[in-house]
């Protein structure tokens, strides 16, 4: 055993996503694989931060938990678009990213050998962390965005821990439906596991309602809801998510979130605190412009040869590169790199499985100049590698 290192760290490395960002600003490439959302900030998001700038009383360590206006801000969206009554006295943690929440949840709620189920494809931070947490991970096989019948869970579900639910889903765009949230509630009466929910996407959908699991009656008890403002936002590099959860678990998330972070950045929490008195047309919009990305990028990898699974949320699409002669999917992106000038994530960041070598990831929160001439160039890939 090597004894410079944790054994923690052992088999854990720098994320394809990231690695990707590194590749492609070496060959000068169109970044479609890292979500930056590299979007305009509301203007009244960055005034607000930048007033709370120059107050110094507002630019000091705020309570671990955040400040309490954001946090009843929170409340009051919580309870207008997510169906979810939460406290925000003692319900509600502001953390770094949702990722920070993430992290916070599992050292707080999980011991080292408890297993956790994620669904393939899964986000690699989220199989990443349960990993240096200590857990042992297991995953349902893709199905693309069709629904999970209540025998499959049930298979999975009685052998865990914790379930985690990403919807809108990163990579592949699946949300969950009503059904599947019943199926869930009625085993977590049977097997009393925790669901860990990534709610991130939430305002980016494509025709289909977006649920949150803990609106509903039986899983609210045991639902640790995550967050972020930095999508919707456009606001990545600020880092900042929030944590929804019975007061019995957010007490202890609370003291590993201060622990590893102290306290999210507190003029910024001023900033997004804004964020939320921004009219509904604001989302409405950003739904408008988001479909008709998500259908130019579909369009362009068809016509590229890369069927894509069309996404129902979120702004990443997984196509499939099957097709193509390749080795692996980490392979078959850096070929699209250098050849085709688009950077895209091996889909083998997202999967347990060997099924993750016939994808690859593209992310579509560019600017519209960029997108439009990442999707001229991806319309060309078939010609590119089949000669």
């Not at 760290?9 to 479609?32: F, P, V, W």
């Not at 120059?54 to 309570?63: F, L, Q």
């Not at 947490?133 to 096989?141: E, K």
Request: charged share 20%; aromatic share 10%.
């Amino acid at each position: 055993m090597n004894q410079d290192f944790s054994e923690r760290i052992t088999g854990l490395t720098q994320s394809d996503i990231r690695a990707m960002t590194q590749k492609c600003n070496e060959y000068h490439g169109i970044n479609l694989g890292q979500g930056l959302c590299q979007l305009p900030t509301p203007p009244e998001i960055i005034a607000a931060a930048q007033k709370a700038l120059e107050d110094n009383s507002k630019c000091i360590y705020s309570p671990a938990e955040g400040i309490l206006s954001l946090r009843q801000a929170i409340a009051g969206k919580l309870k207008e678009k997510n169906n979810i009554i939460a406290d925000p006295q003692s319900e509600i943690l502001i953390t770094i990213g949702a990722t920070g929440g993430f992290a916070s949840s599992l050292m707080a709620l999980f011991n080292p050998g408890d297993k956790i189920l994620l669904f393939e494809p899964f986000y690699g931070y989220h199989y990443n962390t349960a990993k240096l947490a200590g857990l042992d991970v297991l995953a349902v096989p893709m199905n693309g965005n069709e629904e999970y019948t209540e025998a499959l869970l049930r298979d999975f579900v009685s052998q865990v821990q914790g379930v985690v639910v990403c919807t809108p889903g990163n990579p592949g765009g699946k949300m969950w439906t009503q059904k599947e949230i019943d199926i869930l509630a009625k085993l977590s009466k049977e097997f009393s596991f925790k669901v860990i929910t990534d709610e991130m996407y939430e305002f980016f959908r494509y025709g289909q309602a977006h649920i949150s699991p803990a609106s509903h009656p039986d899983l609210k008890s045991k639902t640790i809801t995550l967050m972020g403002l930095s999508k919707t936002f456009s606001i990545t590099g600020w880092r900042l998510g929030y944590v929804v959860a019975p007061t019995k678990y957010l007490e202890k998330i609370r003291i590993a979130n201060d622990l590893f972070y102290v306290c999210a950045p507190t003029p910024l929490q001023y900033g997004v605190e804004a964020g939320f008195q921004i009219d509904d047309s604001y989302y409405s919009e950003l739904q408008k412009d988001f479909h008709k990305r998500r259908d130019q990028i579909c369009s362009a990898l068809e016509e590229g040869g890369m069927p894509p699974i069309k996404p129902n949320g979120a702004y990443y699409v997984l196509a499939d590169i099957s097709r193509f002669s390749f080795a692996s999917s980490l392979d078959f992106a850096m070929a699209l790199l250098q050849k085709v000038g688009v950077a895209g994530v091996p889909g083998r960041a997202f999967f347990l499985s060997t099924e993750g070598e016939k994808y690859i990831r593209f992310n579509f929160a560019v600017s519209q100049e960029e997108l439009d001439e990442a999707c001229e160039r991806l319309r060309r890939t078939k010609e590119v590698f089949n000669g």
